[in-house]
């Protein structure tokens, strides 16, 4: 399974990212040592959506704390770019597409990311991963 996050990014060129306690989604707590994880900066940050992939090098889930009764999973994970993406991506190219139960890769990407806005690690089908790479 390949992996997307949505967080602020200050610097998309840059050849490593660290990104702690993250929260995550729609099984992006499997993320391990090796997964490919798809970069975006945060809109809500003054980002502009994708802009790298990478490889994950490190994955840490944070402990849960026992004070609280519901808690979203985080983990911190450490990642090598492996690319820049070359075409936009970002809320306003996928926002059109709401039609949850298409099938299409922008429609999964909308939902996971874009329905509910927080920045967040996310699963995401290989179908979804095939069309980020058409993005590199």
């Known amino acids: 399974m390949a992996y997307a996050i949505k967080a602020e990014i200050e610097d998309p060129r840059a050849e490593t990212f660290v990104f702690a306690a993250q929260k995550t989604m729609y099984g992006g707590k499997h993320i391990a040592e090796g997964d490919v994880i798809f970069l975006f900066a945060s809109e ?8 790298a992939r990478g490889v994950v090098t490190s994955s840490e889930a944070t402990p849960r704390r026992p004070d609280l009764e519901r808690q979203t999973p985080r983990v911190s ?12 991506l970002g809320r306003n190219e996928l926002k059109r597409f709401r039609d949850w139960q298409d099938g299409r890769p922008e429609t999964e990407l909308n939902f996971k990311f874009y329905r509910q806005a927080t920045n967040k690690i996310v699963g995401i089908s290989d179908g979804a991963a095939a069309f980020l790479d058409s993005s590199f």
Do not use: I
């Not at 809500?44 to 802009?51: D, P, T």
């Open 44 to 51: 809500n940050e003054g980002g502009q959506g994708l802009v």
């Open 77 to 88: 994970v450490s990642v090598r770019r492996t690319a820049l993406a070359t075409k936009r």
